[in-house]
Every structure is written in structure tokens, then in C-alpha cells.
């Protein structure tokens, strides 16, 4: 069985003067599907339209018998990685969020917000609803794909479930004490 391979080359997602987390500038991605795996060139009934725009889009063709294929590039560039990289292990508890601590703008982030103000811990937060890149980004840099996406000391905690099952465990307080002790 053939496979498309493809090449994803993302621009840089954010200029110097800009602060990577607020305030994107529009990144263009060039997918280009190249070829298939075992072949030298792609065959004339391999139809393929580049799409060439923000991070998330795609590629799409068809193959010889007749199925279709998408490819998608990833919004998770080097730049926004390391910029993820600083924020996660440079605070000791951060949640990335739809709204902010003091306006969750959705259920399950004013759950989390309200559990860790319970336990008088300090966090920051992150709104994801400002940035389209950043809230795509994230779901592959945690690989879970919903939110608020609680770290505590630069590692991937989980979701709102995950959060108040560990509150009614005892679990997110510990560690969450062990995590301000060091």
C-alpha cells in the first residue's frame, strides 16, 4: 500500500516585536505533497490541490482508485513550542483556558479556576480564545484535545475531569503542595 508523504514549511509564526502568547501574525504554511512512497514522480491520476494559508490547512487529493486523503499542517511550530516550552516550566502551575481566571468564558475552565482558588494556590493563566494558533498548538504539544489544559511544574496535568477527580481524591492538593515546595 502506497503512503502520501508529505513536507509541512511553516513560516515563523510570530514577528520579534511581538509577544508570542497575544498577538499572532498571520502564518502561512506551504504543504506540499510530494510523493508517494516506492514511486519516483506521482502518477497523472494522483490529483492533488496544494492549499497554501494558516496552520490547519490542508491538502487534499485523490488517489488512483478513486479514495480521498487530507493532509493537515501542524500548528504546533518550533517557535510556538519553546515559547510553550517557557511558559509551562517557568510557573509552577499554569491553565491554559478559555477566558481568564478572573472571566473563565466556559464551564469546565470556571471549574478548574475554581477548584485551585479553593486550595489557595497560586497559577496563572492563559486564554487561549485570543490566539487561534495558540489553542491549535497546544492541542498537539499536550496531545489532548480539549480545554482548559492544566501544567503543574512543566508537566501536562489533564483536563477538568482529570482535575476534579484528583480534588476529590486528595491527589491535586498534594501535589500541588509538593510542587510549591520545591
Not at 494522483?46 to 486523503?69: D, H, I
Not at 519553546?82 to 516550566?89: G, R
Not at 468564558?105 to 471549574?111: A, V
Not at 499536550?142 to 491527589?171: K, M, R
Request: with cysteine; glycine share 6%; proline share 7%.
Amino acid at each position: 500500500m502506497a503512503l502520501l508523504q508529505s513536507t509541512v514549511l511553516p513560516s515563523s509564526a510570530f514577528s520579534s516585536s511581538e509577544s508570542p502568547l497575544s498577538a499572532p501574525r498571520p502564518s502561512l504554511c506551504l504543504i506540499a505533497a510530494h510523493r508517494l512512497t516506492g514511486l519516483s514522480r506521482l502518477p497523472r491520476s494522483l490529483r492533488l490541490l496544494t492549499v497554501v494559508g494558516r496552520p490547519g490547512s490542508a491538502v487534499v487529493g485523490s488517489r488512483p482508485n478513486g479514495s480521498s486523503f487530507r493532509c493537515f499542517a501542524s500548528a504546533l511550530t518550533p517557535e510556538l513550542k519553546s515559547t510553550l516550552d517557557k511558559v509551562v516550566t517557568s510557573n509552577k502551575v499554569v491553565v491554559f483556558m478559555k477566558g481568564t481566571k478572573d472571566f473563565p468564558q466556559c464551564g469546565f475552565s470556571n471549574t478548574v479556576v475554581q477548584i485551585l482558588k479553593s486550595l489557595n494556590m497560586p497559577f496563572e493563566t492563559i486564554n487561549i480564545l485570543e490566539n487561534e494558533m495558540l489553542r491549535q498548538g497546544l492541542k498537539e504539544y499536550s496531545s489532548w484535545p480539549t480545554f482548559p489544559q492544566l501544567y503543574i511544574q512543566g508537566e501536562f496535568f489533564g483536563g477538568c475531569d482529570i482535575t476534579v477527580e484528583a480534588y476529590n481524591s486528595g491527589e491535586l492538593q498534594e501535589l500541588l503542595e509538593k510542587a510549591m515546595c520545591s
